[in-house]
């Protein structure tokens, strides 16, 4: 799939946007991290299951019916900062001495890998909290959820990756990733379903509102490599997944603290 108009050309980051940049970027280090610290000093106990079920037979004859085994529980509040405190860790080290010229020679080439590995732990690690709490207990499950999540953040750095400024675009990365996408929400629509009106009405918040920001991120790609309006500089794009990052975790954290965590 090679169609679509043509990315932008390199562009050359200027000094002052480079500290404007490195200026944001911390500004969302101290904001992460503080609502990570929040988290942590201000949430009770409240914990979700991680669950197993084994064999115990041939398939398909078990010897005995299958048994659910709690293998251990986590503190929702830590798991909640914990995705905080990735991209915190994400922006400090943007924002440092060692990775500031790295992320800026990734802008000046239409991409940033330190965004797309950020995604891959925090975006998944909220898709395995939203799932917990729709009732996705099962250690395979939530591993699977986790994994495909992540493959489908990486497919972004292959976007960003296959494609050249000054060159048609390939839309195959960006078509893949949401193929991968779909699956975690489809896996959490299916619990929803089956619980039916013993879901608590917060959780379809939560899922509404993250399925909506979560596919902002994929619009805001679009825009880019489409170059419409002020998405036709890269940089304009890039503030938007930051923002659009905050956003998203800030909104996931608060409702399950409200709602939860109180």
Known sequence: MNTGTQVDHP?????????SLRRLNATMALIHGTQAALMIALSNSRSLPITGVWANGPPGQPNRPLAVDHLFSYRIGWAVAAFEIISAASHALIASPWG????????????NRFRW?????????????????????????????????????????LMETTNTPGERVSWTPFAFGCVAGIVPWAAVVVYLIG?????????????????VFFNCF???????????????????????????SLIAKS?????VFVNVLT
Not at 11 to 19: F, K, P, W
Not at 100 to 111: G, I, P, S, T, W
Not at 127 to 136: C, D, N, R
Not at 251 to 255: E, H
Request: proline share 1%.
């Open 11 to 19: 562009v050359n980051v200027t000094t002052d946007q480079q500290r």
């Open 218 to 244: 994929a619009v805001n790609q679009v825009l880019q490599y489409r170059a419409r309006g002020r998405w036709a500089d890269y940089l304009f794009g890039e503030r938007v997944y930051v923002f659009l």
């Open 117 to 157: 590995v950020e995604y891959s732990l925090s975006a998944s690690l909220m898709i395995v909290i939203i799932s917990g709490l729709t009732g996705v207990t099962d250690i395979a499950a939530l591993m699977a959820l986790f994994g495909i999540n992540a493959s489908m953040t990486l497919f972004g750095w």
């Open 251 to 255: 909104v996931l954290a608060w409702q």
């Open 195 to 211: 619980a039916g009106s013993d879901v608590p009405s917060f959780v379809y918040g939560i899922f509404v509102s993250l399925f």
């Open 100 to 111: 500031h010229h790295r992320y800026v020679a990734e802008l000046e080439r239409h991409r």
